[in-house]
C-alpha cells in the first residue's frame, strides 16, 4: 500500500510493497524510495542491516543504493557506520506548496533583522532530535556568532527546539528525553526532564525561546517560531549573539518578523500541538 513519506519535510515518495514489484519500471528508484522511507521510520540513524530487513534488500544490493544516495547527499553516514536523511533531502524539504521556497522567503526578513541587530540570525528545520541551519544572515563586524548551514544541534540546548519540542507535547518532550538522555553541552544545560517540560511549555506561551548559553558558553540565543498554512511548524527563526550583546528588547521585532514569515507562508491561526 502506498504511503506518503517524510511529509515533515514536504516531500512525498511512494513506497512499493514489494521492492521487485516497480510500478514505474525503474526499479533502483523505487528501492532507493524504500530506504529513505525505512531511515525515516528511526528517529537515530539506523544499520545497514536492519534498513535491509526493512526493505527486503539485499545487502549488497542496499548498500551499493546508499552509496549513490550519500553521494548525491540524500543520505549521510555517520561514524558508527549507521544511516540518516541527508542535508540536500532537507534542502529540498523546506519548499513549501507551490514550489515556494522557505529560504527565499526568509532571507530579505533575516537580513533585515540582521541589520537592525547587527547579530546573526538563523534560519532551522528540525530532523530527528535535533535542528538543522538552513539559511543565516551574519552581520558585518568582527567577532560575532557563526553557524554552519548543515550543521546540527539538540532541541534541548537551543531556543527554537524547545519552542519544537513544547509544540509537539509533552509526550513527545518525554519520549525526547528517553532517546537521548538529556545530555549537557555546557554547565546551563537543561538535563532533567521537569525543567525541560516546564521550559518549553513556557517558552511556547509566552511566543519565544531562550538559550541562556546552554548549547556554547559566551553564546545566547532568541528564537520564535514559523508555522506555514496548514497550521503545522514549518522552521525556526533566531537571533544569536555573544551573551554580553544580547538584548531581551529585540524579542517584540523578532516575533513581529517571525508572524511576516508565517503570514507569507499561509499562516492563519493557532500554532498546532500534538499533545
Not at 106 to 121: N, Q
Not at 156 to 165: F, I, P, R
Not at 180 to 203: E, F
Request: hydrophobic share 40%; glycine share 8%; net charge negative.
Amino acid at each position: 500500500m502506498a504511503q506518503n513519506l517524510i511529509s515533515s519535510c514536504g516531500i512525498h515518495f511512494e513506497e512499493s510493497a514489494m521492492a521487485q514489484d516497480s510500478p514505474s519500471g525503474i526499479q533502483v528508484i523505487d528501492r532507493a524510495a524504500s530506504l529513505l522511507d525505512a531511515i525515516a521510520r528511526y528517529p537515530d540513524p539506523v544499520s545497514l542491516k536492519i534498513l535491509a530487513a526493512e526493505t527486503g534488500l539485499n545487502v549488497s544490493t542496499a548498500h551499493r543504493i546508499l552509496a549513490s544516495l550519500i553521494h548525491n547527499r540524500f543520505v549521510e553516514k555517520d561514524a558508527a557506520g549507521h544511516y540518516r536523511l541527508g542535508l540536500r533531502l532537507l534542502q529540498l524539504g523546506v519548499r513549501l506548496h507551490g514550489n515556494v521556497d522557505v529560504r527565499a522567503i526568509a532571507l530579505p526578513i533575516m537580513e533585515d533583522l540582521r541589520d537592525r541587530f547587527g547579530e546573526t540570525v538563523n534560519l532551522t528545520i528540525r530532523e530527528g532530535d535535533a535542528v538543522v541551519y538552513i539559511e543565516k544572515a551574519t552581520p558585518n563586524r568582527m567577532i560575532h556568532v557563526q553557524q554552519l548551514i548543515g550543521s546540527r544541534a539538540p532541541l534541548h540546548v537551543t531556543a527554537v527546539g524547545k519552542l519544537m519540542l513544547g509544540a509537539a507535547g509533552e509526550d513527545a518532550i518525554r519520549a525526547y528525553a528517553a532517546r537521548t538522555n538529556l545530555p549537557a553541552y555546557t554547565r546551563n544545560s537543561i538535563t532533567d526532564l521537569p525543567r525541560l517540560i516546564a521550559a518549553c511549555a513556557q517558552s511556547l506561551e509566552r511566543g519565544y525561546a531562550l538559550d541562556d548559553e546552554e548549547a556554547e558558553m559566551d553564546v545566547g540565543c532568541i528564537g520564535v517560531l514559523i508555522q506555514d498554512g496548514t497550521g503545522n511548524v514549518s522552521a525556526g527563526l533566531s537571533v544569536s549573539a555573544p551573551i554580553n550583546r544580547r538584548r531581551l528588547d529585540w524579542v517584540e521585532e523578532l516575533r513581529e518578523a517571525g508572524r511576516t514569515l508565517s503570514d507569507r507562508l499561509g499562516y492563519r491561526g493557532q500554532v498546532r500541538t500534538e499533545g
